[in-house]
């Protein structure tokens, strides 16, 4: 032990026997400032490797937002009637979520530059031949983005189920490593907590994630005339190393047309 270290709190500043098993004192931050009194929050564990992630996506890619909105009064219609019975028979809750990620996959399919990551070292897009689609669950200190693998194979209530567990074992810190892992595209739910557009985070090396806004009571002109339709509303950050605003454009026209009209998505869906 370093002598010169140890607290000296005998007479005249002499160092006693006592003094040399004594825990060193620890210099503590004033919680403080000029202007009153502050509270100093450890960036620590899940907050942490979060905050890096951000850090990373915001320094590595080119990423630009762009923003639509779809009328989506005929999915909440089909919603409703298929929560009943699916709760029923499958014992799922159906969410909108499940409508959701079978839409961005049937756009993914007609755009797959955005079902991509970028390589980096080898400056390469890698464009991806399977579908997993990574949705954002929102815990007490962070974020995880549980991963559904091969999205384009699973039926309506295949998908409502494994993202209602997958977020379950996120919020309940159970959920295995492997599934967070293998993400192609991902989407980010704010509307449940209220928000409408934002500037969503890209889920580095992906190339592309999807905000979900609040399905909100909006006007708009159908047929000539002026409407209250359930307006739904959409931000897609991508990075702009990897392709055009005119594909990142294509890709949110033919999600909102799937949105529109939802029947198509219950067409060929396989699984189940």
């Known amino acids: 032990m370093d002598i010169t270290a140890a607290k000296a709190s005998g007479p005249s500043g002499q160092v006693l026997g006592s003094d040399l098993g004594a825990k060193p004192s620890v210099k503590t931050v004033p919680k403080f400032d000029i202007y009153g009194y502050v509270d100093r929050v ?16 915001q320094a590595r890619t080119a990423a630009v937002t762009s923003m639509e909105q779809a009328d989506v009064t005929r999915l909440v219609g089909m919603r409703e009637r298929l929560k ?24 993914l399919k007609l755009h ?17 031949k399977y579908y997993n689609i990574g949705v954002a669950v929102a815990i007490d200190d962070g974020l995880m983005v549980p991963v559904i693998k091969a999205a384009d194979q699973k039926s309506l209530w295949e998908l409502a189920e494994e993202i209602a567990s997958l977020a379950k074992t996120a919020q309940e810190r159970k959920i295995d490593l492997a599934d967070l892992k293998g ?60 392709y055009d605003g005119a594909v990142a454009a294509k890709f949110l026209r033919d999600l909102v047309r799937l949105l529109e009209n939802p029947e198509e998505l219950l067409l060929n869906m396989e699984g189940g």
Do not use: C, W
């Open 84 to 107: 009943g019975p699916m709760k029923e028979q499958k014992g799922v809750n159906l969410t909108y979520m499940p409508f959701i990620v079978t839409a961005i996959v049937r756009a």
């Open 183 to 242: 993400g192609t595209f991902s989407i980010t739910n704010y509307g449940v907590f209220g928000g409408t557009y934002g500037t969503p985070i890209i889920n580095y090396p992906e190339t592309a994630i999807l905000g979900i806004g609040r399905i909100m009571d909006a006007p708009l002109v159908v047929e000539g005339t002026m409407k209250v339709r359930k307006v739904l509303p959409l931000s897609l950050t991508f990075d702009h190393r990897a």
């Open 112 to 128: 797959p530059l955005l079902n991509s990551m970028i390589d980096d070292e080898r400056e390469e897009l890698v464009i991806k």
């Open 42 to 57: 450890p960036i620590r564990g899940i907050r942490r490797t979060t905050a890096k992630r951000m850090l990373e996506s």
